[in-house]
């Protein structure tokens, strides 16, 4: 079965760090555009941070720049979020996602996106930050 398949999150103090990893199942993730989103409770899903496919290029969210570090592995067949100096407003389900059709990865990660605007997503894990 072809997906995406996350581990990490849970539950973290303000300041402190988790990391998110985001595994591709039956297919190879080499050429796709990745991006990790996430949204709150009664918010729009927003985009956090976008690669491209050849890891070349970055986009990180104002609100998360300087703190988190997307980076893949693709010998792995993996992507990773750092999350470090966590707040409170950092807490959200996190979803990753991939896609071949993506042109540029501040346009992956502006969008407002639905399921079916990305190849593949992730089932989503939660993060909270609290202390």
């Known amino acids: 079965q072809l997906q995406l398949v996350q581990s990490g999150g849970g539950l973290v103090q303000p300041g402190g760090s988790l990391r998110l990893s985001c595994d591709a199942a039956g297919f190879t993730l080499d050429y796709y555009a990745i991006g990790w989103f996430r949204q709150a409770p009664g918010k729009e899903r927003e985009g956090v941070s976008c690669m491209s496919g050849t890891g070349r290029t970055t986009y990180y969210a104002d609100s998360v720049k300087g703190r988190f570090t997307i980076s893949r592995d693709n010998t792995k067949n993996t992507i990773y979020l750092q999350m470090n100096s966590l707040k409170p407003e950092d807490t959200a389900v996190y979803y990753c996602?991939?896609?071949?059709?993506?042109?540029?990865?501040?346009?992956?990660?502006?969008?407002?996106?639905?399921?079916?605007?990305?190849?593949?997503w992730g089932q989503g894990t939660q993060v909270t930050v609290s202390s």
């Open positions: 996602a991939a896609d071949l059709r993506v042109k540029t990865v501040q346009g992956m990660c502006i969008m407002t996106p639905r399921n079916e605007d990305f190849d593949y």
